[in-house]
């Protein structure tokens, strides 16, 4: 019994939470109101992630480079709309 106690009281790091099970604990829950809207955005949760760990840091990478996007402004300019399918 001591052992769950001592458990109880001790300081964990959790998800990026840090404090006793029950602080952590409180804290998420106070936290729900402010994120449950996302719940209506959100549809099946598929059980492989859409893209590996690789793709996301070639994508990461994409997006912060500044060669990249340094001509975006000119770029869109030149975007040629498709016109009617024929």
């Keep these: ?10 300081e964990h790091q959790v998800a ?3 404090g006793t ?6 804290t998420l ?3 729900r109101a402010r994120y449950d809207w996302l719940a209506e955005h959100v ?5 492989e992630p859409p893209m ?7 994508w990461h990478g994409l ?3 500044s060669m990249l996007w340094a001509d975006e402004a000119e770029a869109v300019d030149r975007i040629v709309e ?5």
């Design 1 to 10: 019994m001591m052992a769950a106690r001592r458990e109880e009281v001790r």
């Design 82 to 86: 498709p016109g009617p399918a024929s």
């Design 21 to 26: 099970l029950a602080a952590v604990a409180r």
């Design 63 to 65: 997006m912060t480079d």
């Design 43 to 47: 549809g099946e949760i598929p059980e």
């Design 29 to 31: 829950d106070l936290e």
């Design 52 to 58: 590996t760990s690789a793709e996301a840091l070639e």
């Design 16 to 18: 990026g939470y840090v």
